[in-house]
């Protein structure tokens, strides 16, 4: 999949968003000894819904119970997938926490894809695993592990959410109602971890400051983007997020990753890319979507077809 030069400024836009969202991870494991992993959680999730009602003011009546139980669940997956994640991020490094979560959304891609040259980026993939434990998984935080894997069952579990509640509500009011939920459910976790942290204003602008920077902005500049890019040109993009990640752990917490670790990554980034470029294209994709100016559906960037076009970056 080509881009044409025309579409350097979305290209530029889609990069942009992914560093803002690693800037905003980062600031987050600056954030835990203050308030904790599931504080900020609760942070991130509480402003994100904040930012939404601000500017979808979504509607309460005339929906269905079907669409009310698919808000509720996607809210769940959000704050799972939320509270995994930045549970892994205070045991293992940024860019590992990153492209351990992306086989979520590269294992949905290679099931749905139905095709022998699945096989190879998943033989693709299994390497870049084997490489990123260095050799000996044991020098890699286990536990640390474990959650990151959770992650990335949830960022799978997030895609095909986010499609179902796109077809239940318009624009951006599912989404703003399922963060509401997923806030809801990080309270009580986020209070008991960060306690009276919550009452000092500048970490409270700090928290809002990660969502900013991992939510709004990421999102409002890929839907600029998606409406000038291909839909698989712009999953390849995203399919950068891992290095993306090493790169922020570097320059920001001083992470330091081995040349298998960085191995690792780069053969996920492939699998990734390929299993992009060799899935089937539903004739109804974000291109058609995107020429009337509106996203396919709910959620960050749902595909028609989830499964076939995963490789997407959570909202939060």
């Known amino acids: 999949m080509s881009v044409r030069t025309g579409n350097a400024p979305a290209v530029l836009l889609v990069v942009t968003g992914l560093a803002c969202q690693e800037i905003g991870a980062s600031f987050a494991v600056l954030l835990f000894p203050e308030v904790g992993p599931l504080g900020m959680v609760m942070l991130r999730l509480v402003f994100s819904a904040l930012l939404l009602w601000i500017i979808a003011r979504p509607a309460l009546r005339g929906h269905t119970r079907d669409g009310w139980a698919a808000v509720v669940g996607f809210g769940v997956v959000l704050a799972v997938m939320n509270g995994l994640?930045?549970?892994?991020?205070?045991?293992?490094?940024?860019?590992?926490?990153?492209?351990?979560?992306?086989?979520?959304?590269?294992?949905?891609?290679?099931?749905?894809?139905?095709?022998a040259s699945a096989w190879l980026w998943a033989?693709?993939?299994?390497?870049?695993?084997?490489?990123?434990?260095?050799?000996?998984?044991?020098?890699?935080?286990?536990?640390?592990?474990?959650?990151?894997?959770?992650?990335?069952?949830?960022?799978?579990?997030?895609?095909?959410?986010?499609?179902?509640?796109?077809?239940?509500?318009?624009k951006l009011e599912g989404l703003t109602l399922a963060m509401t939920a997923?806030?809801?459910?990080?309270?009580?976790?986020?209070?008991?971890?960060?306690?009276?942290?919550?009452?000092?204003?500048?970490?409270?602008?700090?928290?809002?400051?990660?969502?900013?920077?991992?939510?709004?902005?990421?999102?409002?500049?890929?839907?600029?983007?998606?409406r000038r890019l291909p839909a698989a040109a712009f999953a390849i993009l995203m399919s950068l997020a891992p290095a993306t990640a090493a790169l922020a752990g570097f320059l920001l917490l001083g992470q330091l990753l081995s040349w298998l670790e960085v191995v690792g990554i780069g053969l996920v980034i492939v699998a990734s890319i390929g299993a992009v470029q060799t899935a089937p294209r539903p004739e109804a994709n974000l291109d058609e979507d995107a020429a009337a100016g509106e996203p396919a559906a709910e959620g960050p960037h749902p595909p028609a077809d989830p499964a076939q076009e995963p490789f997407t970056e959570p909202l939060a």
């Open 123 to 170: 033989a693709i993939a299994l390497m870049g695993v084997v490489a990123l434990g260095g050799g000996g998984w044991e020098r890699l935080d286990p536990i640390g592990v474990l959650f990151a894997l959770g992650a990335a069952a949830s960022w799978a579990f997030y895609i095909l959410a986010s499609a179902r509640v796109g077809r239940e509500f318009p």
């Open 85 to 115: 994640f930045y549970l892994a991020l205070e045991r293992l490094p940024l860019g590992v926490t990153v492209t351990i979560e992306v086989l979520g959304p590269l294992t949905l891609s290679i099931i749905a894809s139905r095709r």
């Open 182 to 226: 997923g806030a809801v459910i990080a309270l009580p976790f986020g209070i008991a971890s960060a306690g009276e942290a919550l009452l000092r204003p500048e970490l409270l602008g700090l928290g809002a400051a990660v969502a900013l920077l991992s939510s709004t902005i990421p999102y409002a500049f890929e839907l600029v983007a998606l």
